[in-house]
C-alpha cells in the first residue's frame, strides 16, 4: 500500500508476543492505520463487535495479552448470542495483515478503534490496559461503541492460580452489564438527536436498570439537561456520573473542564485536567491548552505529577514517557526532559516519527543551553545522536541539516559541518544564517583567507539583506583584530578582511564606524611597512601603493573618526607629512 498516511496522531504501541516466533511488523504498523485504507472483508449481515487483546507496553506480558484476549473473545461469544457477531481470531489477524501488522499484534486502544471502525458493521469495541501487579496480571478493559462518546469499563484482577484463557472469560462477564445495556444508551443518543427529549431519558434510564454505571446512557441524560436549559447543576451530576461509570470518556471530561473554567473553579479545573491528560496523554493540541492554564493557574507541576504517577503503576508505557517529556519541558527542566525522551527511544523506537525526533533535538538542543545543571559531556553526545537519528529519517530538512552542521561542531569535525551547509545553500538560498556560521567557524580557526571562506562569504553577499550583511561585517571585523595587535600584526590580511568588513556594513549600523576607523588604522600602518621596501628599492609600484593606502587610509579615517577622536586627528595630521614624503618618492622614482 503505497502512499499510505499515517494516523493523525500517532497512536500505535506494537508489542510482538513473546516467543511465538512472529516477524517484525512492517512501516505500518509503526504509523497506525492509514485514512481510506481498503477495509476488511467479511461476510455476514449481523452487527460485529472486536474483542483485542489488551495493550501492553511490556514485551514480557506479550503471550498473556493473547492468552487473556482468546478467553475474552470465547465468552463473550457466548454473551452477545445472536445480537453481535464477536471477530474471530482468523478475521482479527486477517484484519490485522491488511494494515500491515502480524498476527496477534498488540494494538493500543486508540489504534483497536481505528482499526474497528475500518472493519465493515463492527459497531462495538472492547479495548483493554494489562498491567502486572504482585499476584499477577490486571486489566482495565473498556466496552465502547466505535462512535460513542462514553462507554461502559470494568477493572479486575487475576485470581491466584487462574488460567489466563478462565481470566479473559471473567473479564468478559463483568462487561455483560455493559454489552446489555447498550443498545438502550445508543437509542437514547438516537432519539436526542431528533429533540425526543422523553423517549430519549426513557432509553437512558431503561439502560441505567440493566447497567448503573452505563458511561453513555448518564452521557446521553448530561446532552439532554444541556439541550432543555436545566440547571448547570444536572449536566455536571450526570457528567460526573459518566466518568464514573467511563473513566476514559474524553468528551465528558472535556464538558466538565469547561464548565468548570467558566464558573473560575481552578482547583476542580486542575484537578480535570489531570483527569484529561491521563486519558489521552499524546494529544498534543489538548496538551498546549492544559499547560497554558496549569501555568496561569500556578499549577505548572500537575502534568509531570500526572505522568509520574502513571508511571509508577507501568514504568514502560511510552505515551506517559512522552508526556512527561513535554511536561518537563513545559516547566524548562531539559534534563528531565531528556531522561524521558531516551528512556521511551530505548523502549519504542519504532514509533518514533519525525516529529518525535524533531522533539528529541530540540530539547536536547535546550538542555546544552541549561545553566543549572550544567551540561554533561554526555548531553552533549545525545544531542549529536538525536540530530544524526532525524537526520537518517530527513535527510533533506533544512531544519535538520542546521540541527546536523551544529552536531558537527560540538564533534569537531568541521570538514563535515562545511558540506552539510553547502547542501543547506543548494536546499534554501534564501537562509544566510548557516553559510554566516560558516564564515565564524572558519574565522575562529583563522582560516578565513581559504577558498572555503569565500564561496559562503560570497553567499551572504548575494543573497542576504542588510542586517545579515551586517553581521557578516561584524564578523569579518572580529577576525581582523589578532592581525592588528603590535606583536601579531599582519598588515595586508587586517587590510584585507576589514575592506570587506567595511563594503558589507550597513553605514549607519553599529559596525561601520568602527571597522572605517581600524581600517584607517590598518592602512596606514601597512603604508609604513612598505616604505622602507620602498626607499630601499627605489621603486615607483611601491611608491604607488603606498600612495593608494595612505588615501584609503585618510577616508577610512574620515569616516570612523568617531571610534576614537583623537587618535584619528593625529593619525590625520601623520597622513600629511607622509603624503609629501611619498609624493617625494613617486617623483623621484617614477621618470
Known amino acids: 500500500m503505497s502512499g499510505i498516511r499515517a494516523l493523525t496522531t500517532v497512536m500505535a504501541l506494537l508489542v510482538l508476543p513473546a516467543g511465538l516466533g512472529l516477524a517484525a511488523a512492517g512501516p505500518l504498523a509503526a504509523q497506525g492505520i492509514p485514512k481510506g485504507a481498503r477495509r476488511v472483508t467479511v461476510t455476514a449481515n449481523t452487527p460485529r463487535m472486536l474483542v483485542a487483546n489488551p495493550s501492553t507496553s511490556s514485551a514480557a506480558d506479550s503471550a498473556a495479552s493473547v492468552a487473556i484476549g482468546v478467553g475474552m473473545r470465547k465468552r463473550m461469544d457466548k454473551i452477545v ?42 459497531k462495538l469495541v472492547v479495548t483493554s490496559t494489562m498491567t502486572r501487579g504482585g499476584g499477577g496480571h490486571a486489566v482495565t478493559a473498556r466496552l465502547v461503541g466505535t462512535t460513542d462518546e462514553a462507554g461502559y469499563v470494568v477493572s479486575l484482577g487475576q485470581e491466584a492460580n487462574q ?32 429533540k425526543k427529549f422523553d423517549k430519549a431519558t426513557d432509553a437512558a434510564n431503561k439502560a441505567l436498570k440493566t447497567a448503573p454505571n452505563s458511561g453513555l446512557a448518564h452521557y446521553c441524560l448530561a446532552q439532554i439537561a444541556r439541550a432543555q436549559s436545566r440547571p448547570i447543576g444536572e449536566v455536571v451530576q450526570q457528567l460526573q456520573a459518566t466518568t464514573k461509570g467511563d473513566n476514559q470518556s474524553l468528551a465528558a471530561y472535556s464538558q466538565l473542564a469547561d464548565i468548570y473554567q467558566a464558573e ?139 540541527s546536523l ?64 550583511k551586517d553581521q557578516l561585517a561584524s564578523i569579518l571585523l572580529t577576525a581582523s583584530v589578532p592581525y592588528l595587535q603590535p606583536d601579531t600584526h599582519d598588515w595586508a590580511r587586517a587590510t584585507g578582511l576589514l575592506k ?13 564606524t568602527p571597522a572605517n576607523y581600524y581600517l584607517g588604522v590598518a592602512n596606514f600602518q601597512y603604508a609604513a611597512e612598505v616604505d622602507g621596501q620602498t626607499e630601499k628599492q627605489k621603486s615607483c609600484d611601491l611608491a604607488k601603493q603606498e600612495a593608494g593606502l595612505l588615501s584609503d587610509s585618510r577616508n577610512a579615517l574620515n569616516l570612523g573618526k568617531a571610534q576614537n577622536a583623537d587618535q584619528a586627528a593625529k593619525l590625520l ?8 614624503r611619498v609624493a617625494s618618492m613617486q617623483k623621484a622614482y617614477c621618470k
Open 264 to 402: 473560575k473553579d481552578t482547583a476542580k479545573t486542575v484537578a480535570i485536567f489531570s483527569d484529561l491528560l491521563r486519558v489521552a496523554p499524546t494529544n498534543q493540541k489538548l496538551r498546549e491548552n492544559i499547560f497554558k492554564y496549569l501555568l496561569q493557574a500556578g499549577k505548572p507541576d500537575v502534568a509531570k505529577d500526572v505522568a509520574d504517577s502513571g508511571l509508577k503503576i507501568d514504568p514502560a508505557n511510552a505515551d506517559l514517557l512522552d508526556l512527561k517529556s513535554n511536561a518537563c519541558a513545559f516547566l524548562s527542566d531539559f534534563k528531565c526532559a531528556m531522561e524521558a525522551i531516551n528512556q521511551r527511544w530505548q523502549l519504542d523506537s519504532v514509533r518514533s516519527d519525525t516529529l518525535f525526533l524533531a522533539k528529541a533535538v530540540a530539547f536536547s538542543e535546550q538542555r546544552l543551553a541549561d545553566t543549572m545543571p550544567r551540561p554533561t559531556k554526555q548531553d552533549t553526545l545525545d544531542y549529536i545522536s538525536w540530530v544524526r537519528r532525524s537526520a537518517a529519517k530527513s535527510p533533506n530538512n533544512p531544519q535538520v541539516l542546521a
Open 81 to 122: 448470542g445472536s445480537d453481535y457477531q464477536v471477530l474471530t481470531d482468523s478475521i482479527m489477524n486477517e484484519a490485522l495483515k491488511q494494515y500491515d501488522f502480524p498476527p496477534n499484534a498488540i494494538l493500543s486502544p486508540a489504534l483497536n478503534i481505528q482499526l474497528a471502525k475500518n472493519i465493515p458493521s463492527t
Open 573 to 580: 595630521g601623520y597622513l600629511d607629512q607622509f603624503d609629501k
Open 500 to 512: 570587506q568588513s567595511v563594503a558589507l556594513a550597513d553605514p549607519k549600523g553599529k559596525v561601520a
Open 405 to 468: 552542521v551544529r552536531a558537527y561542531g560540538f564533534a569537531g569535525q568541521p570538514d563535515s559541518a562545511l558540506a552539510i551547509t553547502r547542501k543547506l545553500m543548494a536546499v534554501d538560498s534564501t537562509n544566510v544564517i548557516p553559510a554566516l556560521a560558516a564564515v565564524q567557524s572558519l574565522a575562529a580557526s583563522k582560516q578565513l583567507d581559504s577558498t572555503h571562506a569565500g564561496e559562503f562569504i560570497t553567499f551572504v553577499q548575494r543573497h542576504g539583506d542588510a542586517t545579515a
Open 163 to 194: 488460567a489466563l484463557p478462565d481470566f479473559g472469560g471473567k473479564i468478559a462477564d463483568a462487561l455483560e452489564p455493559g454489552v446489555k445495556s447498550v443498545g438502550d444508551a445508543r437509542s437514547c443518543m438516537e432519539q436526542l438527536d431528533q
